[in-house]
């Protein structure tokens, strides 16, 4: 046989053999969405455990699902202030389902990735226990009750959220989160069951530690072979090792492997390279499991003096707090909600997330992963000593152990993940439990994962009197706010690890003015002060207003970058969220501390630090130019890689501007004359960039403007679509307020409306709303229909609609 025709005999060998492995992969570990078809009711209803259950009453939905978010806003709900004023109480879910008869000797179980709250679930009519913590995933053994064939199973989830208050923010009620119903041999990975680590990184070389957990639920001993293969982003393999092993009935085994990867893609927040570690399970030749971890090269540290490192480069943490509600959607865990809001953050310059106080969903992570985005991942909110009334403090002492534990094992692989937090402005810090709990947390943290500094929001800065500090478990110090403070703590931490774990909490409403802006006003002056503020319970735009405990944007951030070892900063928060709306009270019922509003559009701060934290040119003028004829405006310009900038009023110069010491904007005080405000920014004589603002006229036309041409036919897609007034010359109308009605044709449903005003008591569900400061958005998803969508939007008065048309692939 020639050497031509022997190499087309090799290769067709290898592409049938690479068949054959699909083939068996397909029949090996089966995951199912197991979002679709579920009915749900509001209220208890102990007996929809049993198969003849009457469920005709009860709504048929997909998740992810929030009940609380369909409300309606109540002053005297129980849920008060700090959760929005939205309902919570009891709710059931109920699926029937048949399963293969071909999965009657494999093990089949339910993920569940979150429930909020006090879940118990039930198949058959079998209780397979219950988590009274909403934010851990978690998953049960169907197996042992299961039906097969064409006789129906009866799976029942209980979600009780009624005790109130139970949380200082916005939680949501119900199965918030993805699940999935897995089928897997008898011999297969465990959950969570495996562990990458990556102990040497280089450019040139990098070697990984991996270890795998097989679980053996048959009653007789295997022998299998194991095949770990690295794949990079390409599913090239870069590294592979087998062995052969031995386990016993009914028991599991921990595996080690250690591989040698050459000239590794470092993974960083600018080119996020990813790989995975694909683990295969083989009895005899037949593939029985295969798994998939995912694995990103790089190597990090903490310095006292110097901050954090990257890589062996030296990089500021840009970092947001970012709470788990996606605005409209409240607390459904979508990934397309969850990738814009990244993607939002990313573009202003962020490079790390702060999971504020809980555990994240599953997307966020490996969106963070693939975006590259360092994660402070956090766990708890609160301890043994309570924050409010009902909340985890209940169900410490059993829980907390196993929560952690399920917290680091799901997470740990993830390779954005650089700090685990356990805690977050806890109370213990005050008194001597705080040592032996923090203590205790930190060593379950170590023996899970070794790779990562275990840090903790605190919010005392005194040594002596902080008892969390002094267990000298945390090899990372968090410090809310405390920015006044920065200059002392080199000597009063000496040689600790210091990061700004929160900062900021400055109020403001997207698209307000209030004038003059010379100084800063802080809300309230302290603690139980109320706030003579304005009457529609809005805050100026313009950074200048503060919380007491806080600082404004600007000055925080001068604090932050001034200092080395100073790691970086999590501003509060990245986005408003649903629930704290202190100290404006009803009909308050969102946060005003975003840098970006409940849907999604930046308030003008956003400019400030995209100009400071990326790469982009910046040159953003505030505020809007409709204003009273001679009416004195305060006109501010955020700008960067240029030298100064230059305001023209209808042509006519105001005189250029420099920002001079530490300044982060200029500023002119200008009279209102109704035309174009245009500013100029020059570096060394020469144009960088230009940018102007018009004196919009009348409504003429609706504009809709979404963020994809296309969405998927999936049933999970969605398209952001934003909504705004323009005169005939195409002008946005910036304090429009006029009420939007929406029709939807085609593949697609409105599942969420908003304008981001913190006090609107409309509804998040509906199909209007009306544009606050001359915005408001539409959000629609795939609902698994083959056309092409069309929205309409009309409102009231001699105005032409407006439509938008998406594509369905």
């Not at 194991?226 to 595996?255: F, M, Y």
Request: net charge neutral; proline share 4%; hydrophobic share 35%.
């Amino acid at each position: 046989m020639n050497k031509n025709i022997l190499q087309k005999f090799r290769i067709a060998i290898v592409m049938l053999l690479s068949v054959a492995s699909i083939s068996a992969q397909k029949k090996s570990r089966i995951v199912e969405d197991f979002n679709r078809n579920w009915n749900f009711k509001l209220g208890d209803y102990p007996t929809a455990i049993q198969s003849d259950f009457n469920a005709s009453d009860w709504r048929t939905l997909q998740l992810p699902h929030d009940w609380s978010i369909e409300g309606t806003f109540d002053k005297d709900s129980k849920t008060k202030q700090a959760q929005g004023f939205l309902p919570a109480g009891k709710g059931w879910y109920r699926k029937v389902f048949t399963v293969s008869s071909k999965w009657k000797n494999k093990v089949v179980s339910i993920e569940f990735d979150g429930v909020f709250k006090n879940s118990e679930v039930f198949i058959n009519g079998h209780s397979l226990g219950m988590r009274p913590n909403g934010y851990i995933s978690f998953a049960y053994d169907l197996s042992p009750y299961l039906h097969f064939g064409k006789q129906k199973n009866i799976i029942a989830v209980k979600v009780d959220n009624d005790a109130q208050p139970n949380s200082r923010w916005y939680t949501g009620s119900g199965i918030y989160r993805n699940v999935r119903l897995v089928a897997a041999e008898k011999l297969h990975v465990a959950q969570w069951g495996t562990y990458v680590t990556t102990p040497e990184v280089s450019k040139e070389k990098a070697t990984v530690d991996f270890k795998v957990s097989i679980q053996n639920d048959a009653d007789l001993p295997k022998e299998f072979k194991v095949v770990t293969n690295i794949l990079d982003a390409n599913n090239r393999s870069v590294a592979q090792l087998e062995s052969t092993e031995k386990i016993g009935a009914n028991s599991n085994l921990e595996k080690g492997q250690h591989f040698i990867v050459n000239n590794p893609k470092l993974w960083d927040t600018k080119n996020p390279n990813m790989y995975k570690v694909v683990t295969k399970i083989y009895e005899k030749s037949t593939l029985v499991d295969e798994y998939e971890t995912p694995l990103g090269f790089r190597y990090f540290a903490f310095d006292a003096e110097k901050g954090f490192s990257l890589n062996g480069v030296l990089t500021k943490i840009y970092g947001v707090c970012l709470h788990h509600d996606n605005g409209a959607l409240g607390a459904v865990a979508n990934f397309h909600a969850i990738k814009r809001k990244l993607t939002i953050m990313k573009e202003m310059g962020v490079n790390a997330i702060r999971t504020s106080h809980n555990p994240p969903s599953l997307e966020l992570l490996q969106l963070c992963d693939e975006m590259g985005l360092i994660v402070q991942d956090e766990v708890f909110d609160v301890w043994k000593k309570k924050k409010v009334t009902n909340d985890y403090h209940k169900y410490w002492d059993e829980w907390h152990k196993r929560d952690l534990e399920d917290f680091i094992k799901r997470d740990r692989n993830h390779p954005s993940v650089m700090m685990w937090s356990i805690g977050n402005e806890i109370r213990e810090q005050f008194d001597s439990t705080g040592v032996r709990i923090t203590r205790e947390l930190a060593q379950i943290v170590k023996s899970l994962d070794k790779t990562r500094p275990v840090t903790s929001a605190l919010t005392e800065n005194v040594p002596e009197k902080n008892f969390i500090y002094q267990s000298g478990a945390l090899d990372l110090l968090g410090f809310n706010y405390k920015h006044a403070d920065y200059p002392t703590f080199p000597t009063r931490f000496k040689g600790q690890k210091i990061i700004a774990s929160e900062s900021v909490s400055a109020y403001e409403t997207r698209g307000r003015y209030d004038m003059p802006t010379d100084s800063i006003r802080f809300w309230p002056k302290k603690y139980g002060e109320t706030f003579d503020g304005n009457p529609d319970l809005t805050v100026t735009a313009f950074d200048n207003i503060a919380s007491y405990w806080g600082t404004t944007h600007e000055e925080n951030w001068k604090a932050a970058k001034k200092y080395d070892f100073i790691a970086g900063t999590f501003v509060w928060t990245g986005f408003d969220y649903i629930g704290e709306p202190d100290p404006y009270p009803y009909p308050a019922r969102s946060s005003y501390f975003g840098i970006v509003d409940l849907a999604g559009f930046p308030k003008d701060v956003y400019y400030m630090y995209q100009s400071e934290w990326s790469d982009k040119t910046v040159l953003h003028l505030l505020p809007h130019w409709n204003w009273k004829a001679g009416q004195l405006i305060d006109v501010w310009a955020y700008y960067n890689n240029a030298d100064e900038v230059e305001l023209f009023l209808n042509g006519k110069s105001l005189g250029s501007k420099v920002k001079k010491g530490d300044e982060l904007h200029v500023a002119w005080k200008v009279p209102f004359e109704a035309g174009t405000l245009k500013a100029v920014s020059r570096k060394d004589g020469k144009i960088v960039k230009e940018t102007e603002i018009h004196t919009a006229g009348e409504a003429a036309k609706i504009d809709l403007k979404s963020d994809k041409k296309s969405i998927k036919n999936d049933g999970y897609d969605l398209a952001y679509v934003t909504v705004s007034l323009q005169d005939k010359d195409g002008n946005p109308l910036p304090t429009a307020d006029n009420l939007i009605n929406f029709k939807v044709t085609g593949g697609a449903k409105i599942v969420g409306v908003d304008n981001g005003y913190q006090a609107s008591l409309e509804p998040f569900k509906a199909n209007y709303r009306k544009l606050y400061n001359g915005k408001c958005l539409v959000i629609l998803q795939s609902n698994k229909k083959a056309e092409n969508i069309t929205l309409e939007a009309t409102t009231a008065g001699n105005i032409s609609l407006g439509t938008v048309s998406i594509k369905v692939e």
